[in-house]
């Protein structure tokens, strides 16, 4: 137990709170009080002295027993004053059980309760955020109502902590604050509306969770945060989820119109559903214009999906809910195997997942058709279990596959559960009744059981042949026959008057029969249950007006009998018969009807579901759901708005917000499933951006096409996702891509989104290419001067605009937690690890050329390159490379182009525009710009002229695939906190002492790798950073001098090839004289 | 969402209790006692129980009923789920959950319960995070040690690292052949895994036929994407023991059943005797021994007694349950296991008109009889050479024979 001060570590305030401890001692009520009472009590008095001791283990003994009283139930208030004073333990161990047992008790002893509060106010401040967290969490525990002034006050606070797990306790506190004084309503809901626009995973479930509990009903505050509640999803821990995807399908179902056709309404099977929707779809064409679904309501759709695969069958549940609420019928198909996967988990999980599919099941057969297997009942599964998956079967039942399910049903009926038999008897009943072809064999099969030896089996038959007869009564005499004699034996009450009612009914087909079982019956009477002897009167009243010759006599004794019955419902029916049925004077004009009143045509009981009551209004998978009742706090699900509320109130238009989140718009516009759907993109006038880029939707035509829209929302969500995380700078070249593709007035029908990346490269291309003339002329000139440095103001027509920052400072957590737990919290920080890249100029661009093509085998023409370190004007994932052709022959050589490429998957090359001649000992200088993807593979092209070809290839060192990044010290810690781990290569140098002066070191790492330097507080360290030019990848350089002639190179990056590729390199660089 | 939590033994008394929002009596229990006695059976207590004022949601494992109480409407899923979890919870950290554990580790466990809901909302649930909150009892000592070596300055890096990652396939079946035909079997699988590496280290796993696997579930660590894109496996796994997937084989693939069943069970109307033989024997087992296996069978109310001979292993019969129990052992190919006998019937009554049915348990060792195959375990981002190693191995679910 001792062990977990780590995580609380040195840094909680180590004289905190003493005097607190003083104080409460000055309260406490002297010790002997308490000597009146029994041993029992001398046992807490011993706690007591151990409380008082000084020894913290005497302390953390006491409490540890403290506690065990609590966890059993007994009660330990009376040690209130004694605990709390150690409410301020310097020994975390001690101080988390005051803490467990101060909440526990804290309601009860108010007043002393108060005297720790200051040590939670001074805990608030903590620089460790657990610190600060626990003790939000305590003092919001504390159900005391004075100090509600200062939880608000400390929640206001946490809510703008740092730390997202403080701000994630600060969103529990809430609904504890709520709970204590609804009163707060307004102020808290303020906090709400805070911590909504949170971006932390962390948060997310937990203040989803608080505006369920506090206001559900202002919706208002969704709509800014729907679309990043939805993208976030994936990422937020899993109870989260629960709650989130719940929240969301009541939100979508007062935003979205109802993705339904009208009148498909209860889809049976899913063949009739699609024809149907073919049809229809035609007749709505020409009533009205199509259903297009809202883009945000198919973004919800999309984003739960994945969701299924969860672990937790609680967000499985919760996304299958979702589907059945929300999403078009025909997609609702794909949670049937996420469910049936949940049957083969816990009885409990079973239970409950077994209910909602009997729910579902009723409504829509086709889902759970092809799992019909997975819902065989097995000897050993609980009675509940059995009940559900025979429900089940039923419903599933259908003409096809009733031959297999009654040969299965057999084997139920034998079964030595015998209720479960009985159930089964039900059920076959049903199937009978549902599918007519097998009326006929049910109903032998169940004559069949009426001589089973059990009498509960017999009786469920027999109730169920009298339903079943009951709807084709013409040729059954011999199974009335049959039955009439099991009133000899059968004792249970239902299957006797059950009988009985059936004989009375077809009296007159079995005319020997009857008077008889009459006259039987007659003879029991006083002896029978109530339930029968309401049959027997019934059946007397009935042979009365048929057969009243024989029966006349016998039913005036059995009306007699009834006459003194205990039971007043017998003497009622008794009386009420009597005068129907026997005329005499006061008989009104009724008895003459009395006939057509007793055997009148009944109409057929309908065997239904005891399921199908009531239960499907109920939103699936909630626990009202499963109690068929409302629960207390249950919020129902309204029906889809006639017309939908206005969807530009989800459209964020706080700028830095809006570029969050148009990144994902513009990814769905290159999307290929806009050609699907460029009816919806008419309808929504293209004037406002964001909407136009998402209107990609369901329409009735994107439907058809079901298989691709679903590989596509894929794609596409991945796309969504990466963009995230992308580093702000691409943001900005996305968008310019996108300006471009606009001015230029194409369509954004590029089947990908790589293709309409290039495509607008090589608009920028012909736009720019003026310019980037004037700018090779110009370097050209530079060149002739050797120019150490080509990159002068020329950068402006690179419209550096682009690679603005828009940074985002995270949150950093103090790392007082141990290195793996921060890890795990930081994995739920959603904020982009590279937000504080901002590009910057090269710091150096070493003048070193390399050979392309040599002269010798050039026949005259060589061929040099070099990189110049600039952002490549032709793409902003390309490395510049400048190419310098020489005319060494004494004829013009002419148009020098560049002919096939062989370039490795994903490579993409820009090539210079050819050069149509070559003056003698002229010399050209071209750019051309290479996206290397991030990896030093080799770039292979043909070089051409006129009269040859001639194979070169460009091998990138790896410094050159980077991009200089100016940063902060502390951004650069901070960044490089952040990968460690995995990300992180390092190596030890040793070299000479004169080779560690700082502008030597600076000048040997730019001159292997285009890096920016890190402003350094420190003399011993040096820190370079760059991005990689394809990915945006963060690479810190750190070069840290030790004792000796020795120095720590340590690299961190998440491209871990790149980064130990590049220690490779920069190692013997460093390391030689 | 989860106002408290009641731990009741299969006895009745409630042995700890734990509140995490103002106190609720302890008397909201007679509600599910009363439901208890109603059900004849634990397994068939009712998970969710509404009272006056509160919901009571259960779930029964090891012999305890976690007993949920709740007050507002919440997904039942939610807290059923997570009660589970809370037992997962235990037996992670004591190695076994049941009752006695649980009192001696009162402290532990009231401070893990603590921990894992704030304002019966789950706040820590995934138990490596929670063992960094809260050390279990036995790897206390140990701990302490690395973790202050670590804080000296001695990365993670210089610690000796190993990792056992260990793979256990269980497919599982369900079949329930009546007449000799396989009614229906399925195979269902998991991938458990045992991972101790220090630092951050990327693992990939990948499959021979990842086509086989239909319907996955994943731990949360693993990338969704991937497997999406490359049906590889690809996480940073957390400490300790974690389930990584559980998969379901497709349907379309006959599964080759590796034991047969033959068995000659007859009553007489007239005689108070019943004959009993049963056979077990291995068949497409590609030359794996079966082991385990254990028979069971319901025996119907009319039998009185069985006098019976097993070949080999031991058997029980409870008078009193009618339950027949017998354990096999290793199914050897060339003797094949059976037991004979005879049973006693209730003088006079008429012979029982239904069958037992014959339940088998089995493992096969070094045997994934889904056909799925492990192709490689890959780091990434760490320099040590991890230990690897995967152990198959098959075991029967709920493997019913009609009879």
Redesign the interface.
């Given at each position: 137990?001792?062990?977990?001060s780590?995580?609380y570590n040195e840094q909680s305030g180590g004289g905190e709170a003493t005097e607190l401890g003083q104080e409460a001692t000055s309260t406490i009520s002297p010790s002997g009080a308490f000597g009146l009472f029994s041993s029992d009590l001398k046992k807490n008095e011993d706690l007591k002295q151990m409380l008082e001791s000084t020894k913290d283990s005497a302390k953390l003994d006491a409490m540890?027993r403290i506690?065990?009283m609590?966890?059993?139930?007994k009660n330990a208030s009376e040690l209130f004053p004694a605990v709390v004073k150690n409410v301020a333990s310097k020994n975390i161990e001690i101080k988390?059980?005051v803490y467990?047992y101060l909440v526990?008790y804290a309601?009860e002893q108010q007043d002393l309760a108060l005297l720790s509060i200051s040590t939670f106010q001074r805990a608030l401040k903590d620089p460790n955020q657990l610190i600060r967290a626990s003790a939000l969490?305590v003092l919001?525990?504390i159900?005391v109502p004075i100090i509600v002034p200062i939880m608000m006050l400390a929640i206001k606070e946490a809510s703008a902590d740092l730390s997202p797990y403080v701000r994630k306790?600060a969103a529990?506190?809430i609904?504890?604050l709520y709970?204590l004084d609804p009163e707060q309503k307004e102020m808290l809901i303020e906090v709400i509306e805070k911590l909504l626009k949170d971006k932390s995973t962390l948060v997310a479930g937990?203040v989803v969770?608080a505006f369920e509990e506090v206001c559900p009903d202002r919706i208002d505050l969704i709509h800014k945060n729907y679309r990043k509640l939805c993208n976030l999803l994936?990422d937020v821990?899993?109870?989260g989820q629960?709650v989130i995807i719940?929240m969301l399908t009541r939100y979508a179902r007062t935003q979205f119109v109802s993705p339904w056709k009208e009148d498909d309404g209860l889809e049976d099977n899913e063949k009739n559903f699609y024809e149907s929707d073919d049809e229809q779809k035609e007749k709505t064409d020409q009533r009205k214009k199509p259903y297009t679904m809202d883009p945000d309501h198919r973004l919800l759709i999309r984003n739960t999906k994945?969701l299924l695969?969860?672990?937790?069958?609680?967000v499985?549940?919760?996304v299958a809910q979702l589907y059945w609420h929300i999403s078009p019928k025909s997609e609702v198909g794909i949670i049937s195997?996420?469910l049936?996967?949940l049957l083969?988990s816990?009885?409990?999980?079973q239970?409950?997942?077994l209910q909602n599919i009997a729910t579902m099941s009723i409504q829509r057969k086709g889902m759970f058709e092809p799992y019909l297997?997975?819902f065989?009942v097995?000897?050993?599964d609980?009675?509940?279990i059995k009940t559900l998956k025979l429900e089940i079967l039923t419903n599933l039942a259908n003409e096809a596959n009733i031959s297999t399910l009654l040969r299965?049903f057999q084997?139920y009926v034998?079964?030595?559960d015998k209720q479960f038999a009985a159930a089964t008897i039900q059920t076959i009943g049903r199937c009978a009744t549902n599918i007519s072809e097998v009326t006929d064999t049910c109903l032998n099969g169940l004559v069949c059981l009426l001589s089973?030896?059990?009498e509960i089996v017999v009786a469920e038959s027999v109730v169920v042949i009298k339903k079943l007869l009951q709807m084709q009564p013409a040729q059954h005499g011999e199974i009335i026959k049959h039955m009439a004699k099991l009133l000899d034996s059968i004792t249970v009450p239902v299957a006797r008057a059950s009988i009985l009612w059936l004989i009375g009914e077809n009296c007159e087909r079995v005319p020997k029969i009857a008077p008889d079982v009459l006259r039987k019956m007659a003879k029991s009477f006083t002896s029978e249950d109530d339930l029968v002897k309401l049959q027997i009167l019934n059946l007397g009243a009935k042979l009365y007006l048929t057969n009243s010759r024989q029966t006349k006599l016998l039913t005036q004794y059995i009306l007699n009998l009834g006459k003194y019955d205990q039971n007043y419902d017998i003497r009622d029916r008794t009386r009420f018969i009597r005068q129907l049925i026997v005329p005499n004077e006061k008989s009104g004009a009724l008895s003459k009807y009395a006939k057509k009143i007793f055997l009148a045509q009944k109409p057929a009981p309908l065997l239904e579901s005891p399921f199908k009551v009531d239960r499907d209004h109920f939103q699936l998978?909630?626990?009202?759901h499963?109690?068929n009742?409302k629960?207390?706090?249950?919020?129902e699900l309204s029906n889809w708005p006639e017309v939908a509320p206005d969807p530009s109130v989800r459209n964020v238009e706080v700028i830095e917000l809006a570029k969050e989140w148009t990144p994902a718009g513009k990814a769905k516009k290159e999307n290929p499933a806009k050609k699907f759907y460029s009816e919806s993109e008419e309808e929504e006038d293209s004037s406002d951006s964001s909407s136009d880029s998402e209107s990609e939707s369901g329409s009735a035509s994107g439907e058809q096409d079901e298989g691709d829209s679903s590989d596509d929302s894929?794609e596409e969500s991945?796309s969504e996702?990466g963009s995230d995380s992308e580093s702000a700078s691409e943001v900005g070249d996305k968008r310019t891509a996108k300006r471009n593709s606009k001015s230029k007035g194409k369509s954004a029908d590029s089947s990908s989104e790589e293709e309409s990346s290039s495509d607008s490269e090589s608009e920028s291309e012909s736009e720019s290419e003026s310019e980037s003339r004037k700018v090779t002329k110009e370097k050209e000139k530079k060149k002739t001067k050797q120019d150490r440095n080509p990159l002068t103001k020329d950068v402006s027509l690179l419209d550096l605009d682009d690679f603005n920052p828009v940074s985002t400072p995270v949150a950093l957590p103090t790392p007082a937690l141990?290195?793996?737990?921060i890890?795990?919290l930081e994995g739920l920080n959603l904020s982009t690890s590279s937000s504080v890249i901002s590009v910057n100029t090269p710091v150096f661009v070493p003048v070193k050329t390399h050979v392309l093509l040599h002269r010798m085998s050039g026949r005259g023409l060589a061929a040099h390159y070099f990189f110049p370190r600039q952002p490549c004007i032709f793409g902003d994932k390309m490395v510049s490379v400048q190419i310098t052709l020489n005319n060494t022959t004494d004829r013009k050589i002419e148009n020098i182009h560049i002919g096939g490429k062989k370039l490795p998957m994903g490579m993409q090359m820009h090539v210079f525009n050819p050069i149509e001649s070559l003056e003698p000992e002229g010399s050209i200088t071209v750019s051309m710009g290479i996206d290397f993807c991030d990896s030093t593979q080799t770039a292979s092209f043909q070089l051409c002229t006129k009269d040859d070809c001639f194979n070169v290839n460009i091998q990138p060192p790896v410094g050159e695939l980077l991009l200089p990044v100016a940063m902060s010290e502390k951004d650069f810690k901070k960044e490089q906190g952040m990968l460690?781990?995995?990300?992180e290569t390092s190596t030890v140098i040793i070299a000479a002492p004169q080779n560690f002066t700082p502008s030597v070191i600076l000048q040997k790492v730019v001159n292997v790798a285009n890096v920016g330097v890190v402003p350094s507080g420190q003399d011993n360290i040096h820190r370079f950073a760059a991005k990689t030019v394809h990915s945006g990848s963060l690479m810190l350089v750190t070069v840290e001098l030790k004792e000796g002639s020795t120095a720590q190179l340590i690299i961190n990056t998440e491209r871990?090839v790149i980064g130990s590729v590049l220690l490779r390199e920069l190692k013997p660089v460093l390391s030689q004289g | 969402m989860i106002h408290s939590l009641f731990l009741i033994n299969s006895s009745g008394d409630i042995f700890l209790e734990k509140h995490w929002k103002s106190v609720v009596s302890r008397s909201v229990c007679d509600y599910f006692f009363e439901a208890q006695e109603r059900a004849t059976e634990a397994e068939n207590v009712p998970p969710v129980i509404p009272t006056p004022h509160h919901y009571l949601l259960s779930v029964y494992r090891h012999k305890i009923f976690f007993v949920a109480v709740i007050q507002t409407e919440v997904p039942p899923l939610f807290v059923i789920e997570f009660l589970h979890r809370v037992v997962d919870t235990f037996q992670d950290y004591f190695g076994v959950c049941s009752e006695p554990v649980i009192k001696d580790n009162v402290v532990v466990v009231y401070e893990v319960l603590e921990e894992m809901l704030d304002n019966g909302f789950p706040l820590a649930t995934e138990s490596n995070i929670l063992k960094e909150l809260i050390k279990p009892p036995t790897i206390l000592r140990t701990v302490v040690n690395t973790i202050t070596g670590m804080e000296k300055g001695e990365t993670h890096r210089e610690l000796p690292s190993w990792v056992k990652a260990l793979n256990n396939l269980l497919p599982a079946f369900c079949l329930i052949p009546i007449s000799g035909s396989t009614i229906t079997a399925e195979i269902q699988g998991v991938i458990d895994a045992c991972v101790k590496l220090t630092g951050m280290p990327d693992l990939t796993l990948s499959f021979m036929n990842p086509r086989l696997l239909d319907d996955v579930s994943f731990h949360p660590c693993v990338r969704f994407k991937r497997w999406e894109s490359e049906r590889i496996l690809s996480f940073i796994p957390p400490d300790g023991n974690f389930r990584l997937l559980s998969y379901h084989v497709s349907a379309q693939n006959l599964v080759a059943i590796p034991v047969y069943v033959k068995h000659n069970i007859s009553f007489r109307d007239s005689s108070s005797l019943g004959r009993f033989e049963i056979t077990v024997g291995p068949k497409q087992t590609m030359g794996k021994t079966i082991e385990g296996v254990i028979v069971t069978s319901q025996m119907p109310k009319g039998v009185l007694n069985m006098s019976l001979t097993p070949s080999q292993g031991t058997h029980t019969f409870d008078p009193v349950t009618k339950m027949l129990s017998w354990d096999v052992g290793k199914i050897n190919p060339q003797k094949l296991p059976s037991l004979k006998g005879t049973m006693s019937l209730q003088a006079g009554a008429s012979k029982p008109d239904e069958n037992p049915t014959i339940n088998l348990q089995f493992k096969i060792q070094q045997l994934a009889i889904s056909g799925l195959k492990v192709n490689r375990l890959d780091m990434y981002g760490e320099k040590y050479k991890p230990f690897k190693g995967i152990k198959y191995m098959t075991k029967a679910g709920k493997f019913q024979v009609r009879t």
């Open positions: 137990m001792s062990s977990n780590f995580a540890k506690v065990g609590i966890a059993k139930g988390k059980l467990v526990r309601e969490r919001s525990s159900r306790n529990h506190a609904q504890k709970s937990s969770m994936v821990e899993e109870w629960v719940h994945p695969q969860s672990r937790n069958a609680a499985v549940m919760a195997k996420s049936v996967r083969r816990n009885r409990e999980v239970y409950i997942v297997k997975s065989y097995r000897s050993t609980p009675t509940m299965e084997t034998k079964s030595q089973n030896r059990d998978g909630t626990l009202s499963t109690l009742t629960a207390t706090g249950y919020l894929s991945s996702h141990s290195p793996s737990l890890a795990d460690t781990g995995m990300n871990t | -």
